[in-house]
């Protein structure tokens, strides 16, 4: 009898998740499809009825991190109204997941392993980085068009904005000599980097 398409996706997802796990908690290297299996729980067969091999599991598993991370800066962009806003959310959404356990896991996982697994670096400047700093290139050109803004390098400024969100404490949140910023911290960073972002924009409220 086939699968159902709802028992399949299931299956997938639970893999994922296990996967994930395994990912963040362990040595990627450590990690084997045997462990994956056992942890989803599916049998070995099942398994490569989904994927292929480790790194086809590891792709999906942060392409899928991206996606969700793009789908609520595209909802936020499509409910844009104040700017000031606007920018608050996509840099809470960015900022919750930079310094989040799992984000600083999976950014320390990818970093490891890009120059083994070339390809996971390509698909994660493919799939996140630059979809995200695309999306918020084109909400700038809006401004630019409807706020009498004029700013010359639309991309380049909006590479600016998710760096202010970064920065030194991100680099030591990542090595482990800082603690991921507390709830407040994370409401000052914000509050901070969209305040000056607007004032290096030359956007005031009317």
């Given at each position: 009898m086939t699968e159902s398409i709802e028992n399949s996706d299931s299956k997938r997802q639970a893999i994922m998740q296990a996967a994930k796990n395994l990912f963040l908690t362990h040595n990627y290297r450590c990690v084997s499809m045997d462990k994956i299996a056992q942890a989803a729980?599916?049998?070995?067969?099942?398994?490569?009825?989904?994927?292929d091999s480790k790194n086809e599991l590891l792709v999906a598993v942060v392409s899928k991190l991206s996606t969700e991370l793009l789908q609520t800066i595209t909802q936020t962009l499509s409910d844009a109204d104040d700017v000031e806003q606007t920018l608050k959310?996509?840099?809470?959404?960015?900022?919750?997941?930079?310094?989040?356990?799992?984000?600083?896991?999976?950014?320390?996982?990818v970093i490891s392993e890009s120059h083994e697994f070339p390809e996971l670096g390509q698909m994660v400047s493919n799939n996140g980085v630059t979809p995200l700093i695309n999306q918020l290139d084109?909400?700038?050109?809006r401004l630019n068009d409807s706020d009498n803004l004029s700013i010359f390098d639309?991309?380049?400024t909006a590479d600016v904005f998710f760096s202010l969100l970064k920065g030194e404490l991100h680099f030591r949140c990542l090595l482990g000599v800082q603690p991921p910023p507390n709830e407040l911290e994370k409401a000052q960073l914000i509050e901070s980097a969209t305040t000056f972002y607007l004032r290096g924009i030359g956007y005031a409220k009317n």
């Open positions: 729980p599916v049998s070995k067969a099942t398994l490569y009825n989904y994927f959310k996509i840099a809470f959404s960015v900022v919750e997941f930079l310094y989040s356990s799992e984000g600083l896991a999976i950014y320390r996982l084109s909400y700038l050109q639309t991309r380049s």
